[in-house]
């Protein structure tokens, strides 16, 4: 007996009854003999770990940190010496740059998955 096909998949839940499937299916090449299955597994998991929706959920982050900002930039045109305002909108100035901080570096890690993808000469198909 022998493994010629893998296929790895797996379910992200994106909230607000919402998912993405990303699956990877790929043959084995008779050739490399000598190559355990167990290493396209491992391989497989981790480029469907970066294509997940970490890249979705820090837009919508950002979108909410934005948000924030602004109104607390509001609250401060309307009475300058609010600490309330002050406070948050430093809070929320926070969170928006570690939240573009980790959009980057998901962005990054995905845009690398898909480069591992594409050396397997396979192709995306989003959902």
Do not use: C
């Not at 992200?12 to 396209?40: C, M, Q, W």
């Not at 300058?80 to 926070?94: A, C, G, R, T």
């Amino acid at each position: 007996m022998r493994v010629s096909k893998i296929t790895v998949a797996r379910l992200f839940n994106l909230g607000n009854y919402e998912h993405k499937r990303v699956e990877i299916t790929v043959e084995l090449d008779p050739i490399y003999n000598d190559r355990r299955p167990s290493g396209a597994v491992v391989a497989l998991e981790e480029i469907i770990e970066k294509l997940g929706p970490g890249v979705h959920a820090q837009k919508v982050l950002i979108e909410s940190e934005l948000a924030s900002v602004k109104i607390h930039e509001a609250g401060l045109l309307r009475d300058p010496d609010s600490d309330y305002d002050k406070e948050w909108l430093q809070i929320h100035k926070d969170r928006l740059g570690a939240a573009q901080t980790e959009f980057s570096k998901l962005t990054n890690e995905r845009d690398e998955a898909l480069k591992r993808l594409d050396a397997l000469h396979g192709w995306v198909t989003e959902g």
